[in-house]
């Protein structure tokens, strides 16, 4: 069964800083790893779609890489803002349309 | 116009009542999914659905069955509610390709309470 963790679980930065979240999960055999944001009562924003061939996507100020061989995937936020606080969650989809989710990393970025 | 949509988004029920909660995508997608957030924020799938086959996640009793009119609603049915099953409830929708599920969008979730 697939598991998957998230460290940091909080993470307090100042704005204009670059950061890492880190995402680990323990089966490697995943069609690909998504990455979502959720803000405070508000449901799931996809942010980077990762395939399983591919070693890293970018969209804007984010970038996410995949080492699936060693089950790790790193978002990588370049000069936070703070309308980037909100709780980063990664998704390994497993197949049959089966994700997984962590517990995500909750990211403050202050002013 | 929001991609997938969810109704109510704040429900407050009795243990051991029947309640609903629908959902709807406009996207075009072919397969929706329900997800259960629980009091720590972990995201669990109960369902996936289009139009060949329902997925059920084995650890979702019986109490919960899903209901597709057509591919565009999915709507989470739950028969005598109790209170472990209060929690935020997600409904998502993705169209499938050849290697995976594909991007998920996920509605704002519809908060349960059962007293």
């Known amino acids: 069964k697939q598991e998957v963790t998230q460290i940091p679980a909080a993470l307090s930065v100042p704005e204009g800083e670059n950061l890492v979240l880190n995402c680990s999960f323990t089966d490697s055999a995943i069609y690909n790893l998504q990455w979502f944001r959720q803000d405070p009562g508000k449901g799931l924003t996809s942010l980077l779609l990762i395939q399983s061939s591919q070693r890293e996507q970018t969209s804007g100020r984010l970038n996410a890489s995949l080492d699936k061989s060693s089950g790790r995937s790193t978002l990588y936020i370049a000069a936070s803002q703070p309308g980037d606080s909100a709780t980063y969650l990664c998704a390994p989809e497993t197949g049959a349309n089966n994700l997984f989710f962590g517990t995500g990393t909750r990211l403050t970025v202050i002013p | 116009d929001t991609a997938v949509s969810q109704t109510p988004k704040y429900l407050v029920t009795q243990m051991g009542n029947d309640k609903s909660i629908k959902c709807e995508q406009n996207l075009g997608h072919d397969t929706m999914y329900w997800y259960k957030q629980d009091s720590k924020k972990f995201l669990k799938i109960m369902f996936s659905?289009?139009?060949?086959?329902?997925?059920i996640n084995e650890t979702v009793p019986n109490r919960f069955s899903p209901k597709s009119p057509d591919k565009a609603h999915l709507n989470l049915h739950i028969n005598s509610l109790e209170l472990g099953d209060s929690a935020v409830y997600f409904c998502a929708s993705s169209q499938e390709n050849v290697w995976s599920s594909g991007e998920l969008f996920f509605g704002e979730g519809s908060r349960l309470t059962v007293l």
């Open positions: 659905y289009n139009n060949k086959e329902l997925i």
